[in-house]
């Protein structure tokens, strides 16, 4: 199985701030690593997928990038709603693990 | 636009057998070329994908090895939903459980169940 480690797990930050995640993967794959946001009694929300590829309606201040095992999520300019928990997830090989999650509050 | 739409009993007693339905519209359970799935979520163990079913000019099925043996994922063709069945529960498998759609079967998961809350309890 791939082993998916986040970091931070928690993350305290302001309004207008620029703000990284951090996924590393277990073993290298290609591509297949995909990001949610989840808020309190809702379903996980795609942001990206296939490491950096916007999903549809979600605001270009949200980027991903990464390769190998070492993959990022980044916010250019924390807006109220950002407020959530973070998850990365990679569907190259089944079982499609999830990261333990990061999340961020409100400094 | 694709909906998933999940039912069943928010309360199952230990060594029971969970039951959840997942009923699709927007898509076909029998696509060539989605994938089915059921995940859950915990606060011990966060987010933990169960296994997925997926046609491809036969049937597939792939489960987690945490649970294979006590789980069984079923589509249904005639009302286009897509099953969870897992046997011999302990307080451990209470969670909130999703099911989820995936584009292809290496795809992220687009679409989401709005998430039932299932405990284990006597």
């Known amino acids: 199985d791939i082993q998916m480690t986040q970091s931070p797990s928690s993350l305290s930050a302001s309004v207008g701030d620029r703000v990284t995640i951090t996924c590393r993967a277990s073993q290298t794959f290609k591509n297949f690593l995909n990001w949610y946001q989840q808020k309190p009694g809702k379903a996980p929300k795609l942001l990206i997928y296939t490491t950096s590829t916007l999903e549809s309606g979600v605001p270009s201040r949200f980027s991903g990038s990464g390769s190998g095992t070492d993959f990022t999520l980044t916010i250019s300019s924390l807006q109220p709603e950002d407020f959530a928990t973070y998850y990365c997830q990679q569907t190259y090989s089944a079982p499609h693990t999830f990261g333990q999650g990061t999340k961020l509050e409100i400094k | ?122």
């Open chain 2, 1 to 122: 636009q694709v909906q998933l739409q999940q039912s069943g009993p928010g309360l199952v007693k230990p060594s029971q057998t969970l039951s959840l339905t997942c009923a699709i519209s927007g898509d076909s359970v029998s696509s060539n070329s989605a994938a089915w799935n059921w995940i859950r979520q915990s606060p011990s163990r966060g987010l933990e994908w169960l296994g997925r079913t997926y046609y491809r000019s036969k049937w597939f099925f792939d489960y987690d090895v945490a649970v294979r043996g006590r789980i069984v994922i079923n589509p249904d063709t005639s009302k286009n939903q897509f099953s969870l069945r897992l046997e011999s529960v302990t307080p451990e498998d209470t969670a909130v459980y999703f099911c989820a759609r995936a584009k292809f079967t290496s795809a992220w998961y687009d679409y989401w169940g709005q998430g039932t809350l299932v405990t284990v309890s006597s």
